[in-house]
């Protein structure tokens, strides 16, 4: 079975920092990129980043030049560190994997998340 496995949220203060982890089992971890997700209160689920399985990695404007995006494949475990937290960064953070497999379906897994909180 896939599993995702988010840890590392809490509370900072502005400026500080955080290192998000993703724990992951039940598939070939370096044959899928991976994302990592957030999502605020009252607003829709929107990327965060993304890296291939090569490395290549991709952010979205709000967090360029502080978060980054990155993968250990000998243990399976999606990271982001995230530096200079700001309070609009506050928001339940996801890690997902688009599988397709070779039975014609698509499976979008998502870990439970872990709350990050900026606030002074």
């Known amino acids: 079975q896939v599993q995702l496995v988010e840890s590392g949220g809490g509370v900072v203060q502005p400026g500080g920092s955080l290192r998000l982890s993703c724990a992951t089992s039940g598939f070939t971890f370096t044959s899928y990129p991976m994302s990592w997700y957030r999502q605020a209160p009252g607003k829709e689920r929107e990327l965060v980043a993304d890296?291939?399985?090569?490395?290549?990695?991709g952010y979205a404007d709000p967090v360029k030049g502080r978060f980054t995006i990155y993968r250990s494949n000998g243990k399976n475990t999606l990271y982001l560190q995230m530096n200079n937290l700001k309070p609009e960064d506050t928001a339940v953070y996801y890690c997902?994997?688009?599988?397709?497999?070779?039975?014609?379906?698509?499976?979008?897994?998502w870990g439970q998340g872990t709350q990050v909180t900026v606030s002074s």
């Open positions: 997902k994997v688009t599988i397709r497999p070779l039975d014609g379906r698509t499976y979008v897994y």
């Open positions: 890296i291939s399985t090569i490395g290549n990695t």
